[in-house]
């Protein structure tokens, strides 16, 4: 352990002191020198992207498209959430939130592929190879996912060069499945480990597989097997990020609870209009503690206090919530146009009084029309919002679902997004000569 300790050390050195976060040769190289040449190198390597993502990676997953999507209020004038909440052709390409977001989950990704490059060439049980190779697959398909979620194009490989290749949103959704079904051969072919297990205890690795693989190929269009992967998932399972509040704290409440912060959840999780929360909603006071205070700047919204996953410095935070499975469902039958079944599994959501986590809305059944594609689609867009509230998933819920939305160039305060991907960050377009235009909006 001692070991492992001082390998962890040697990862987080090197991801903290990368003089370049867009310098993939710094990324990657120093690790695989120094630690990916032994398998306590290769088990430290994962516990430390895992550290990373889980205290630093996470905060700009959920903030940055936060601001996008009126998830997250403003309440101070700094120019990073300034722009990021006016949104429009007002985003500049250097601004350091997007930077922060694309250059951390670049950093992950890479270091669950030189997990990847090097667990042949390193002797271990078989159990605990399977374990290993499995995880650094889920994890580089989850960053993937991410990039996508917030860039119209991303590098499925990092390049130790500079010069990583950009693919298309469809490359990557499909390079994401394909990770993950191996990931989930990994696992059907070798029981995981002991030894894999007591380093990443928080895990239950074969759900967290089949959860993102019912995310993905619904994201990709490919709705059968969407639901057959969110069938898959075991309701009762939880797999969490976990932090100790001291040498770990959770990094949502680092940048939305603690010390005043300037950004906060907006009233109504920032749901306007027909999308506003229905009265008894449990997942109101579950996510909200409501405050007297409204930001002046950027369009006088009110907000609220962050309860629920990011009330302490140790509260940990779900890798995925049950409830995003059933409404995968959903949406899933909506766009096969089983409306029936669409309505059965959003009803589900509403109705649920269970869940493990305890997001629970316990509403009545849901009394919209049944026969519109379209009303059943807009229900189950506000209650992603409200069931995944803070989770990072709003943007591309926003822009999958309501795809035709006009967003003004010189920017919005109250529109439901106010881009449909995020500028590629400054310092990427001047290291690698690959990269693509970016998006007008």
Known sequence: MKKLIKIFIVVIGVLSFTACETDFNNINQPAEDQVLTTKAGLLGVSVGMSQHFATSTLAPIVEIPGLTTRELGNTLTYVTPGELVAGGTLLNSDNAGVTRLWSRLLRDKGMAESILANID????????????????????????GYLIQNFEQAPINNDPNGASVFSTRAEVLSE???????????????????????????????????????????????????????????????????????????????????????????????????????????????????????ETDFGFHDVDNAVGFFSTASTSIPIYLPGEMLLIKAEAYAMSNDLPNAVLNLNLVREKTNDVF?????????????????????????????????????????RRIHPNLNIPANGDYFIERNRNYYPYPFNERENNPNIPADPSI
């Not at 693989?213 to 639901?227: D, K, S, W």
């Open 176 to 294: 994401c499945i394909s990770l993950l079904e191996s990931a989930k051969a990994d696992l059907a072919s070798t029981t995981i480990s002991a030894e894999f297990l007591a380093y990443l205890p928080n895990l239950d690795l074969q759900n967290v597989v089949n959860a993102f693989l019912a995310r993905y190929n619904l994201f990709a269009g490919n709705y059968t097997a969407a639901i057959a992967a969110a069938n898959a998932v075991n309701s009762s399972s939880m797999s969490e990020w976990w932090y100790d509040g001291v040498t770990s704290e959770n990094p949502v409440w680092s940048f939305a609870v603690f010390n005043d912060p300037d950004t906060k959840p907006q009233d109504n999780f920032g749901l306007t209009g027909s999308y506003i929360p229905e009265a008894g909603d449990g997942r109101i006071t579950f996510y909200l503690s409501p405050v007297d205070e409204t």
């Open 358 to 398: 305890g997001v629970n809305a316990a509403l009545g059944p849901w009394t919209g029309n049944a026969n519109s594609q379209t009303d059943i689609m807009d229900e189950i867009f506000k209650n992603r919002s409200i069931e995944l509230f803070m989770s990072g998933m709003r943007f591309e819920d926003s």
């Open 121 to 144: 060439n390193v002797e271990m049980e078989p159990g605990t190879k399977a374990g290993l190779s499995a995880y650094a697959k889920w994890f580089k398909a989850m960053t993937l």
